[in-house]
């Protein structure tokens, strides 16, 4: 059954409650009635859309993957590469303003895997859609080369740790410019310097 644009903003208004208490409470102490109680509904409304607070969590996981993908094809079209700086800025930038729109949900995520399988298996999914997508664009532009993945890896780690560093006490006053520069230069040099990296050496 298609929800009715009032179901949709009770829904909405719940998931913008759970989002504001994960930052406030963290995922572990936030409660279904507090979620409820900040979003101005019954107790009873939350389990019209929810199973559970793990539910919710989980729907948050979907948007904040499903607005990464959708972000970045419209920063990056189909066709970019990543043999110019301009292209790595791309999708440093597409990252950061994802994770900037989404930072409650990828904290919640992170903290709800510490004590759940089922959540650990859901970071490691958003993780292997990044590292995926770098390990693709490495391959197309430098070719058959060693260690593709671990680079990739490194990567996405970095930027996944950058990030959540840089956005616990909220968005830069700059809005981050500064933040994707020095994430893009330390790509850029790292995969364009082929004496430097991985890339040179014919060890796995």
């Known amino acids: 059954m298609a929800q009715t644009p009032k179901s949709q903003r009770t829904e909405t208004d719940l998931k913008e409650a759970a989002k504001k208490l994960i930052l406030q409470l963290g995922y572990a102490q936030m409660k279904i009635t507090d979620i ?13 859309y929810f199973t559970d607070k793990d539910d919710l969590m989980r729907s948050l996981a979907e948007d904040f993957l499903q607005a990464h ?12 590469r990543l043999d110019t700086r301009a292209d790595i800025r791309a999708h440093v930038q597409a990252y950061w303003d994802n994770c900037s729109a ?8 992170f903290q709800a895997a510490q004590a759940n399988d089922q ?42 740790s950058f990030c959540y560093s840089q956005l616990q006490a909220g968005v830069p006053a700059d809005g981050g410019t500064a933040a994707v520069e020095t994430l893009t230069d330390l790509v850029f040099s790292g995969i364009t310097q082929p004496s430097q990296l991985p890339f040179s050496g014919t060890r796995a």
Not at 36 to 47: D, V
Not at 70 to 76: E, I, M, P, V
């Open 36 to 48: 409820t109680t900040e979003a101005g509904k019954s107790a009873g409304s939350f389990y019209r």
């Open 69 to 80: 993908q959708q972000r970045s094809h419209a920063a990056l079209g189909a066709t970019h």
């Open 102 to 109: 989404h930072f409650p949900a990828m904290i919640g995520i």
């Open 119 to 160: 959540f650990a298996d859901t970071w490691a999914r958003l993780r292997e859609h990044h590292v995926a997508m770098w390990s693709e664009h490495l391959q197309q532009n430098r070719g058959p080369c060693p260690r593709i993945r671990l680079t990739a890896q490194a990567i996405v780690c970095m930027l996944e």
